[in-house]
């Protein structure tokens, strides 16, 4: 597929990586000329230099061939017109970045006038994924399938839980709750396991269920089920706004530390059930003075990851529950997975991973393409949600039969509102939503799980 991505800041040039590596033809667009080299030296993507709002800067990446525009530069304006005027020069699908609340409204809007096949929020969805991390701290991820009926819930095992030393068979036989295990890590490896697998404390696990059986299963296997009541954010940026609304939402108490007053008017004036704070909160003696110590959870959402990652180390220090810091890049991700940060959130990965979602679906066919993709365990695991179509050619046959590849677990099947964990005897139907977890790359369609 032809895609040219208007753009190159943090989200563009993940977006050039991610999509180059699945024998996609990317150009970039930017205005800096060293950006633009760079990317494409780095990530063997064709690039051209010039203002992706102008026809002819358009025309010279040659949109009239073009399959897929994605307008990621940091104005949202910008983006839109990028997508009109490519829809009008190209006829081709278009994605655009419209970050700002005041569109969040209108979102419905602007895609059906501007003909516009996505419109991707960063900060609204890191907000999201941040939202469901604190309404189950003792996990590190959650993703949702199958519109939040099914999650994969991502978490550590601690130290004398009641599945620590037992085998998935004897974990099932024990505690009786209806959950999958899909993945396993430890010592650096990745596990798809299977049913003599031993879990050990340390190891972080990837477990599939609805929300109700996680709970039960939570609760069986001595799992901490604190509920966070109290939660502080520093930083007022767009995370912080979509983060504060949904937690108001849910009946928490909310507390944002911001120092520019405009932004502090702003957060006031939206939400007066939030506490703001006009000040630094890389300030330990302010943040002592609004009662870090009596905080359950900790966000850190300010511009800067080092200040992020030292803010959730104080804040774990004075006895914060459950931590989420925001970071930009993961350029030392050993490192900062042995500070034990609990959940780490990076918008421009969500955003790739939404992206990527749409351009596998429009590789493959209509029978079953791919309706959700999450990258999980370090871009290491894909689980994918497929919905079975008409002609399914494996219809009705028992799962004990498929030849699925050996890299890959079917994991879950919804079928008309009721979460199926499957075993031998269940078979795949029309219109069920199927998830699937592998470590092979590049799926796009249902019948890729075939060997």
Not at 268 to 275: L, N
Not at 425 to 442: A, E, F, H
Request: one cysteine or more; proline letters at 3%; charged letters at 30%.
């Amino acid at each position: 597929m032809k895609i040219i991505i208007v753009g190159c800041g943090k989200v563009g040039e993940t977006l050039a990586a991610v999509l180059s590596q699945e024998d996609n033809e990317i150009t970039v667009i930017d205005r800096n000329e060293a950006v633009v080299e760079r990317v494409c030296s780095q990530y063997d993507v064709m690039g051209t230099v010039g203002d992706g709002v102008s026809f002819s800067t358009q025309n010279e990446a040659d949109i009239a061939h073009t399959d897929l525009l994605i307008a990621v530069t940091g104005a949202d304006e910008m983006n839109l017109l990028c997508c009109l005027i490519a829809r009008k020069a190209g006829h081709c699908q278009t994605i655009a970045r419209v970050r700002n609340p005041r569109y969040s409204k209108e979102i419905s809007f602007l895609k059906e006038e501007l003909g516009l096949a996505m419109v991707i929020n960063p900060e609204e969805a890191a907000a999201q994924e941040i939202a469901r991390i604190l309404r189950f701290p003792s996990a590190i991820e959650i993703d949702v399938f199958a519109k939040g009926r099914v999650e994969l819930l991502r978490f550590k095992i601690p130290k004398e839980s009641a599945i620590d030393g037992l085998n998935l068979v004897d974990m099932h036989a024990k505690l009786k709750c209806r959950v999958l295990v899909c993945t396993v890590e430890r010592g650096g490896e990745v596990f798809i396991p299977r049913g003599e697998f031993t879990l050990s404390a340390g190891d972080v696990i990837s477990i599939i269920a609805s929300p109700e059986d996680e709970m039960q299963f939570f609760r069986k296997a001595g799992m901490p089920m604190t509920q966070i009541k109290k939660v502080m954010i520093v930083g007022g940026g767009e995370i912080s706004f979509y983060l504060t609304e949904q937690l108001l939402k849910a009946g928490m108490r909310v507390k944002v530390i911001e120092k520019d007053i405009e932004r502090c008017d702003q957060l006031w004036d939206t939400f007066p059930k939030a506490t703001v704070v006009h000040g630094d909160g890389t300030d330990r003696h302010l943040l002592e003075e609004e009662g870090i110590d009596q905080t359950d959870g900790f966000v850190a959402l300010t511009s800067t990851d080092e200040e992020n990652v030292i803010l959730s180390l104080y804040a774990r220090r004075m006895g914060c529950v459950k931590l989420v810091t925001k970071i930009n890049r993961y350029v030392f991700e050993d490192v900062l997975e042995s500070l034990e940060l609990d959940s780490l959130i990076c918008p421009r990965d969500i955003t790739a991973e939404r992206i990527l979602q749409y351009v596998r679906a429009m590789n493959n066919s209509m029978d079953s393409n791919v309706e959700t993709l999450h990258q999980i365990v370090d871009r290491k695991v894909e689980a994918l949600e497929f919905i079975i179509r008409d002609g399914f050619r494996m219809s009705d046959t028992p799962i004990r039969e498929l030849p699925l590849r050996q890299d890959v677990l079917l994991a879950c099947i919804s079928r008309d509102g009721k979460v199926i964990l499957p075993r031998g005897d269940d078979c795949l139907q029309t219109g069920d939503s199927v998830i699937v977890v592998t470590t092979r790359k590049g799926l796009g369609d249902i019948n890729d799980i075939f060997a």
